[in-house]
């Protein structure tokens, strides 16, 4: 049975090696925004707050959502639904939804990719990352999305790959941790989680909410913080990052310092509960 290879535009098929835009079109893409999350049997997974962070990232560009898009998402599920049947991706997937003007309005264009399923199993082996200081973080109200960063994270990404590093920690203009290469991040330090705030210029994870509460359920505090110096993840007992779709990666090591897991493993564990008890309840409601 093949797997893949359909993408979904404006509600219709095309293969994923199909020419759907020209040269001089591509900047259309670069006015839109571009979230992703994850799905598991064939449900995204917390579906609400996923979608409330697409229209809030849509309103900051000024982006209108089509006519069809409802306030409940209905359409953005059904879709996703569509693409993962087509595809044959009926456990796990991590798709990719990117809205951006279009010549009758805004276009919706959806990706997927099958990843290992499990409800955001953590990584077996840890990441090594390092510090990205070639480059800060500009503070615009686009900080939250990805459009906000897409291009310092290009850059970062060149720089990780020259050092062979998995990932990298950026920093915002005052020279504090805010975010890592299409992730955020948190680390453990005396039974307290600390997270980036708002307030960091960080780019923001819909999943993190949820890693906050899978920790306060797994016995530690959690607390957002304005202002993480490089010290405080030198000084932390694990550090982890958080993707949308992976869920909570462990990090094993930044630059020389090298990290536990054991605490990180504690808090994906009820967050894997909290996904699973999340998909059971939307079931029950039909």
Avoid at 79 to 105: E, H, M
Avoid at 182 to 207: A, C, D, W
Wanted: glycine fraction near 8%.
């Amino acid at each position: 049975m093949v797997k893949g290879g359909f993408v979904l535009y404006n509600g219709k098929f095309f293969r994923a090696d199909e020419k759907l835009f020209s040269g001089d079109e591509l900047f259309r893409l670069e006015a839109g925004i571009k979230i992703w999350f994850r799905t598991e049997d064939n449900e995204i997974l917390f579906h609400e707050q996923n979608y409330a962070y697409l229209c809030a990232a849509t309103r900051a560009i000024n982006l209108v959502l089509p006519e069809d898009f409802d306030l409940g998402g209905a359409r953005l599920r059904r879709d996703v639904s569509r693409l993962l049947n087509k595809n044959k991706f009926y456990l796990a997937g991590r798709v990719v939804v990117y809205l951006f003007p279009g010549v009758n309005g805004t276009d919706v264009l959806l990706t997927a990719e099958e990843i290992p399923r499990g409800f955001f199993p953590m990584n077996e082996n840890g990441l090594l990352i390092d510090i990205f200081n070639e480059g800060r973080k500009s503070d615009t109200v686009m900080n939250p999305y990805e459009t906000g960063s897409r291009f310092l994270w290009l850059i970062a990404a060149a720089k990780a790959q020259s050092l062979h590093r998995q990932n990298m920690i950026l920093m915002n203009r005052a020279g504090f941790c805010c975010e890592g290469i299409g992730t955020s991040f948190g680390y453990i330090h005396e039974n307290v989680l600390y997270v980036p705030s708002g307030k960091s210029e960080g780019y923001r994870v819909v999943l993190t909410e949820m890693v906050r509460e899978a920790a306060r359920q797994a016995g530690f505090m959690a607390a957002e913080k304005d202002e993480i110096s490089t010290s405080d993840l030198e000084q932390a007992e694990e550090v982890f990052l958080i993707d949308n779709a992976l869920g909570i990666q462990w990090v094993l090591g930044i630059g020389n310092r090298r990290y536990y897991s054991t605490k990180t493993f504690e808090i994906v564990k009820k967050l894997q509960l909290m996904a699973q008890n999340k998909k059971a309840f939307r079931n029950a409601k039909g």
